[in-house]
């Protein structure tokens, strides 16, 4: 599920990849090229689902998750809240968006050539990706790992961030919003 929230807001990257690829002297090697960039990229993501399970499993043997798979305690899921609201305006979540923001930059500054230097920029791309999301991945646990408007709500932020002009103002918005909700919840469990 985690690669597949992601890919939306890595289309960008992945289509100009396979544009530059097909245009360079790589042309005929366009899609072998491609498809191990898309793979190393999914391998991040895939490694960070299996991560997340752990803790999902932890969470259940714990009994603080819901039979809807959502954070039954509201300190917890305040706590993650806040988390990801601070997480938005930290240097290092600056830098992994400004990587994902700006697809030609990156391959520009990143290129490597044939089917492992594109595998390895796949496997780098994929890790600033997971740089910029991750914490609001963690999120997941908090509306219910398996509710679909939470995690449309969650892609849709993503998106909004990574691929549209608005991504800045987003970004600062998103990070208020989530810190305050992050307050609150805290404070309505603990009264």
Known sequence: MMPAMMLPSAAPMFLLFA?????GRAGSDALR?????GVAYVCIWAAFAVVATGVQWGLERLMLLSPGMALGSGTIAGLLFAAAGIYQVLPLKRACL?????????LASHWRPGTAGAFRMGFQHGAFCLG??????????????????WIAGLALMVFVEKAT???PLAGRVIAVGLTVWGVAQIVAAWT
């Open 98 to 106: 400004r990587h994902c923001r700006s697809p030609m930059e990156s």
């Open 132 to 149: 910029c999301c991750w914490v609001l991945m963690g999120l997941l646990f908090v509306g219910g790992l398996m509710n679909l408007l």
């Open 19 to 23: 544009a530059v690829c097909r245009k």
């Open 33 to 37: 090229r491609t498809g191990a960039f």
């Open 165 to 167: 002009p608005a991504g």
